[in-house]
């Protein structure tokens, strides 16, 4: 395949069913991440990124002890 360039001027979000042969979660719905942009000549293009995982990542000050853990999991 050929790789496609574009300038991205926005991203969402959306939730789908799942793709067989395609990466990451298998249990429908699966977060789909959703490009949109320009290439190079000037064309609209939208590009839909499967295979990706959300997360959420709080940096632990070196003080935060397991019993702190609760708050963050609530």
């Known amino acids: 395949s ?3 360039h574009f300038q991205l001027l926005d991203a969402t979000y959306l939730l789908s069913p799942a793709v067989e042969g395609i990466p990451g979660p298998r249990t429908s719905p699966v977060p789909v991440v959703r490009l949109f942009g320009v290439t190079q000549a000037g064309n609209s293009i939208m590009c ?3 295979g990706f995982i959300p997360y959420f990542y709080i940096p632990a000050p070196p003080e935060l002890a397991e019993k702190d853990c609760e708050h ?3």
């Open 2 to 4: 050929v790789p496609i």
């Open 48 to 50: 839909d990124v499967y």
């Open 72 to 74: 963050y999991r609530r």
